[in-house]
Structures are given as C-alpha cells and as structure tokens.
C-alpha cells in the first residue's frame, strides 16, 4: 500500500507541475513567443543580407563619395540647420563615413557622441581627435565631459544596419539604441544610411524607436505617416 501511495503522490506531483507549464505557456503566450523567435530570426537574416550586399557593393571609394553625399543631405536638412547640440556617431568601418564631419562641425555646433558604459550608451562632448579612445566594439570615444542635459539635444543621428520608409531601424542586435533613444523624446531621429540600407520593410517590435527622418543617397528625405515631423521642423 505504500508503494500505491508513492505512486499517487508522484502522480499528482508530476501532474500539477504539467499543469503549470501549460499554464505559463497557455495559448497567447506561447503564440507570442513563437512570433517574438520569428521575427529575431527576421532581424538576423537581413542583418546577414545587409552584411553581404556591403561587401557587395561598398569598395571603400564607393563608401568615401557615397558617405560625403550623405553627409551633404544631412547638413543641408532644416532640423541640421536649426540644431546647435548634435548627437552623432563615430563610424566603423562599415558605416557611413562620420569622421571628418565631426571634426568639420564641431567648431560650429556642440558635437556628441555615444559611450559604450556596459548596456547603456553615455554621452560626451567631442572636443578634437586627441581627446579620443578606443573603446568597446573598437568605436572612438571622446575622454571629454559627461552630457546629461538631454532635453538640450536638438538632432540624433542615429547608425543602423537597415531602415525603412516608416522609420523603423535594424540595429547590430544588441539594443543600444532602443535604450538610448527614449531618454531623448525631443530630439529629431535622422537615421543615416546607404541606399541599400533602405529596405522594404524591417521587422519592428515594441522596444524598437522609430525615425523621424531617413538620410540616404538617391532621396533627399523620407518621412513616414505614422510619424510627422514637428521635431524637424524648427527652422
Ligand atoms: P537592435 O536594435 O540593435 O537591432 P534589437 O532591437 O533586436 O537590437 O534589441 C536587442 C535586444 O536588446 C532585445 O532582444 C532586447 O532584449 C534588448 N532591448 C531592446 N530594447 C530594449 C529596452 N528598451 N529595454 C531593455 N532591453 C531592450
Ligand atoms: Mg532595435
């Protein structure tokens, strides 16, 4: 009879511990999570895509004149124009070309950039090519002040592996962005991208801010309905 009884209690045991794990997993969960594996596998695909049409198409003179275009479009945008503290980002090597266009205007506006500080991004006033380190991922950092006035921050331009015409962005997977930019909800998000980057569409979750601008070559601006511009409009 006491083996019965062990039975019974293991019975129940491994029942309710069933039970649970439905439970946990019951119908919209385990649909949400099947389309949150979906879409990560999306996001990996096109940043393997992206990955192949760079080397592809991106000989480094071709990246030379078509960042130098870019930039062109970026300076001449109204929310450029307008902004006096800028938040932009030193490249690698595979992005647009970002590194005499910080030296360029950082005599004539506030020039910032990203910090890798463990899962967050930092903000620090450029203030010359000698006063910058490498850091984490090998990105130049500047060893200047600490920004946190954020609501000073009149313009971000913001790096990604893809965009699209809504504005929503790939970045390389890690979220930085995501965590950064809802910190700074005034200033205006001008993704910079080469043509190719543009995509049809990139797979967009709950975390993920959007653009308010994309500056490529080819079109001069691009924004999206779901997200006007008033930011951008400060001239
Ligand atoms: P990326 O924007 O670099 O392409 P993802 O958007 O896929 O990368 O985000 C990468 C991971 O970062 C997500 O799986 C999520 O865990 C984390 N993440 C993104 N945004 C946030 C956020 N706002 N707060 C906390 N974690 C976030
Ligand atoms: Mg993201």
Redesign the pocket.
Known sequence: SLSVCVCVCVCILLKCSYCKSKAYLSGGNRMKIAIDLKR?KR?KELRKHIASLKTQLCTSTMRKLQSAKILAALEAHPAFRAANTILLYHSLGDEVDTHTFIKKWSSEKRILLPVVVGDDLELRIYTGPDDMTTGSYGIEEPTGEVFTDYAAIDLIAVPG?AFDRKGN???????????LL?RIPSACKAGICFPFQLVEEVPA?S??IRMDIIITTNENELSHPYHPLPSCDRE
Do not use: H, I, T
């Open positions: 990560m996001k592996v962005r790939l970045g390389r997977g890690k979220g930085y962005y995501d965590r809802p979750e975390f993920d």
